[in-house]
């Protein structure tokens, strides 16, 4: 495993200090979306498709900084569109830092080199750069030629100046056991980045491709296969009880509230992947949207999901409640 001591422990206390407060809802990391303006134009993902209007939208720094205090939560990942389109986005990177959280700033590389030094190492920091297969799968995913050796380029130039790196893998139906392992062996061995992040493919409702999306048993079976002897030789971003998750040994109901989405809109419900309205604040989100309407054998759009941000805050709380299942995440952290 990968997931920093640091950070393991950091999540432990503040998780601690909710159940104390008796607070029954909140967020474990926010889904931040300063802009949804991209140079990419990726099968599997439909931010680009909004009306112009929106992608000229830009959060300000102190827009984004006063969502992240209002929430309250540890970590940051800064998604989009590309953030390093934003004008700012290095202001806002140091500004959540200084205010020690965790952040995790997600590119598809492109940019990535040419912006490396607005940016500094820091020990909460870390790149995540978007890798969907090696060379001819990924950048058949993104639609362009040649993204996957830049984003190689970008990821050794930022390994080579101390900075972290993560990686992020979404997962197809077009996807084999054997494709799976090439790809984050590739990642893990011979790139060597700091951990990787992987899901299977989800019905986001705006991706162009809806084709190649996987269901839940092609997913756990997927994975099962891919795991099976390799699992703990790689250095995943994940809780133990995660991975549990995608191999099919576990069952979990979603917890769409532990990864909110906010961006240019507000805070999106009830979660990245569904947009049932906005709301101006993280306390309007909390307190009324329905949270008992989504999730498997509720809303049918939720039928085959797996995704991160509905699963992983699961497998986190049912980690925090068992003894055996925190110690297991101690002794995977590093």
């Not at 978007?130 to 040649?146: A, I, N, P, Q, T």
């Not at 989405?261 to 993280?282: H, I, K």
Request: aromatic share 10%.
């Amino acid at each position: 495993m990968a997931i920093p001591l640091r950070q393991t422990v950091k999540v432990g206390t503040y998780l601690a200090r909710q159940k104390l407060a008796k607070r029954e809802k909140f967020p474990l990391i926010v889904e931040l979306e300063p802009l949804f303006a991209c140079n990419l134009e990726c099968n599997g993902c439909g931010k680009i498709q909004y009306p112009t209007e929106i992608l000229r939208k830009r959060l300000s720094v102190e827009q984004a900084v006063a969502a992240i205090e209002e929430s309250g939560a540890p970590m940051v990942s800064i998604a989009g569109g590309e953030p390093l389109l934003h004008p700012d986005i290095d202001k806002m990177t140091q500004a959540l830092l200084d205010r020690k959280r965790f952040v995790y700033l997600c590119s598809n590389a492109i940019l990535m080199q040419r912006k490396l030094d607005l940016f500094k190492p820091h020990p909460l920091f870390s790149w995540v750069v978007h890798l969907d297969g090696l060379r001819e799968r990924h950048d058949e995913s993104v639609s362009r030629d040649g993204v996957f050796d830049k984003a190689v380029a970008a990821i050794k130039a930022a390994k080579a100046r101390g900075f972290k790196v993560c990686t992020n893998t979404t997962f197809f139906s077009t996807d084999s056991p054997k494709t799976i392992q090439e790809v984050l062996d590739f990642l893990n061995d011979e790139l060597g980045v700091d951990s990787m992040m992987i899901s299977p493919g989800y019905a986001y409702e705006k991706a162009p491709d809806q084709v190649h999306f996987l269901a839940t048993n092609q997913s756990t079976k997927l994975f099962a296969q891919a795991f099976e002897g390799k699992r703990k030789h790689w250095r995943f971003n994940h809780s133990p009880l995660f991975l549990d998750f995608l191999e099919g040994k576990v069952e979990f109901e979603c917890t769409p509230w532990g990864i909110p989405s906010y961006s240019v809109l507000g805070w999106q419900r009830p979660c990245y992947l569904l947009a049932d309205g906005y709301t101006e604040t993280y306390k309007e989100l909390i307190e009324t949207t329905d949270w008992s309407k989504y999730g498997r054998g509720r809303d049918p759009r939720c039928r085959n999901c797996m995704a991160h941000c509905g699963y992983e805050p699961s497998a986190v709380l049912a980690t925090a409640g068992s003894l055996r299942q925190s110690l297991r995440a101690l002794v995977n952290a590093r």
